[in-house]
């Protein structure tokens, strides 16, 4: 399904409806989020966590507790997204079309920036996006960068991978740090080994892309990193998106863009 000129609207309509698609390239111009809701008593952590690393995991919004729509995302958040992962005591125990019987009233969402958000930024620019071309989702990585702790939380930095031709490495670059709150410019440019990625061939999350000759591979701070926490920390409970499958918000990308 094309939904690359819907509206957000649209796009939950459809991802309430039963829709299960990677989001990327979904409603251009409108900004995709991730998506991570933890108990209250875990919320000040998660919330000074995203502050000390905050390229990985900028904070757009965050509901109340047990709410399931927020300032930026009115819809609702346990039926509109096109895919959800549970977890328990750390560990991934359920990938669901919707969470309504898991969702709990101390749940706490937070919505953290996404990179899909400065996609288009990249295609006007010139810079050819693979996974889009390929129509698959965006590799994601663990890495050996740790995170700075936050109390019970803590975790490895992940990253998301684009190849880029090396002579727009610097125009990638430069495009993508004009989005501060929706990770950036790149933490990474070359080696993968230089930060623990041992195979570009075998993500973590999402689905590998070829990296072809005369291209670089640059890696952006990515939002899963709040859901590495979760399983390298152990929570004991955790609703997140499904990787790649992301919370559309009524944000226009370029509310975002800083010159």
């Known amino acids: 399904m094309d939904g690359t000129d819907l509206t957000p609207a649209q796009a939950r309509e459809r991802f309430r409806a039963g829709v299960r698609v990677p989001t990327a390239g979904w409603c251009r111009g409108w900004t995709q989020a ?5 108990p209250r008593r875990l919320g000040y952590e998660l919330l000074l966590f995203a502050r000390r690393n905050a390229q990985a ?13 927020t300032e930026l995302f009115p819809g609702d958040l346990r039926t509109d997204l096109p895919g959800y992962r549970v977890y328990r005591d750390g560990r991934p125990v359920a990938d669901l ?3 309504v019987e898991e969702w709990r009233d101390d749940l706490v969402p937070f919505l953290i ?22 129509g ?13 702790p936050a109390g019970p939380l803590s975790g490895p930095l992940v990253v998301s991978m684009r190849p880029v031709p090396e002579e727009l490495v610097d125009l990638a670059i430069e495009v993508t740090g004009r989005y501060p709150l929706v990770h950036g410019a790149p933490v990474h440019v070359g080696d993968p080994a230089a930060i623990g990625v041992e195979d570009l061939g075998r993500p973590d ?38 990787p790649g499958h992301m919370a559309i918000i009524d944000v226009r990308d370029e509310q975002y863009r800083v010159t």
């Open 34 to 38: 991730n998506l991570i809701a933890v």
């Open 57 to 69: 995991c900028p904070v757009l919004d965050v509901g109340e507790p047990g709410v399931w729509s």
């Open 97 to 99: 079309d919707d969470v």
């Open 113 to 134: 920036g996404c990179s899909f958000t400065f996609e288009q930024a990249l295609l006007r620019a010139g810079v050819p996006v693979r996974h889009l071309e390929l």
């Open 136 to 148: 698959t989702n965006v590799p994601m990585y663990r890495t050996s960068v740790a995170c700075e």
């Open 205 to 242: 999350f999402g689905d590998p892309v070829e990296v072809r000759q005369g291209e670089v591979p640059l890696f952006w701070a990515c939002g899963m990193t709040p859901q590495a926490a979760i399983m390298a920390s152990g929570v004991e409970f955790a609703i997140g998106h499904l």
